[in-house]
């Protein structure tokens, strides 16, 4: 079952802030955050394992909340660079990792 | 330097050809898989390799066929390609095979853009 990601496109200015969140239907063991450009490879940003840890990297962060079976990506005071598609993956207990619906963001100068 | 190569970049082939795409990576992973990325972009799991070991095998149609022949290589093999089976393909690999670890991030290699006409 895809994990749903929202929203599933945002445009921002560089500098603006966004929020993107990854929402589960089941319970989550890990989640992870990658970075696709166009044309590109996904990247991997940062992974968060259960207990509702908030992980760092540069201007990018995430947090896990078990509970609500959800995570979020938080990009601050963003960049040209930040463009692309981020995708959650999680992972159910079945060591698979599934990879959510996309959100394409575009900061614009 | 290249972490995880895939060739060919790209693949157009015709409907009914049988096609190869090779993937090889030097990062001393143990665990390998194939991802599919259709036209919505959607990433699918298909199949994943610890040690030459399967131990993924998603519902792919048996057309689709893997070999890792050491823990560094993992092909994919395509019978009677479909129009259906036009998807960008990537490779990546990971340290350990299951995602829930430290040491799970994969690394996709720059993926097998495969047309079918």
């Known amino acids: 079952q895809q994990p749903v990601q929202s929203p599933q496109a945002v445009i921002l200015r560089e500098g603006e802030d966004a929020v993107i969140n990854c929402s589960s239907s089941k319970a989550l063991y890990s989640v992870h955050w990658y970075r696709q450009k166009h044309g590109e490879a996904p990247v991997f940003l940062m992974i968060?394992?259960?207990?509702?840890e908030q992980k760092g990297h540069e201007k990018i962060s995430a947090s896990f909340n078990e509970k609500k079976q959800q995570s979020s990506l938080y990009l601050t005071a963003s960049q040209l660079s930040y463009s692309g598609t981020y995708f959650c993956g999680t992972e159910y207990g079945n060591e698979k990792l599934t990879f959510g619906t996309g959100t394409r963001l575009t900061i614009i100068p | 330097d290249t972490a995880v190569s895939q060739t060919p970049k790209y693949l157009v082939t015709q409907m009914g050809n049988d096609k190869s795409i090779k993937c090889e990576q030097n990062l001393g992973h143990d665990t390998m898989y194939w991802y599919k990325q259709d036209s919505k972009k959607f990433l699918k799991i298909m199949f994943s390799?610890?040690?030459?070991?399967?131990?993924i095998n998603e519902t792919v149609p048996n057309r689709f066929s893997p070999k890792s022949p050491d823990k560094a290589h993992l092909n994919l093999h395509i019978n009677s390609l479909e129009l259906g089976d036009s998807a960008v393909y990537f490779c990546?690999?990971?340290?350990?095979?299951?995602?829930?670890?430290?040491?799970?991030?994969?690394?996709f290699g720059n993926g097998t853009r495969l047309t079918v006409t």
């Open positions: 968060l394992l259960k207990g509702g």
């Open positions: 990546a690999s990971s340290q350990d095979k299951g995602p829930s670890s430290y040491n799970s991030p994969l690394h």
């Open positions: 390799y610890n040690n030459k070991e399967l131990i």
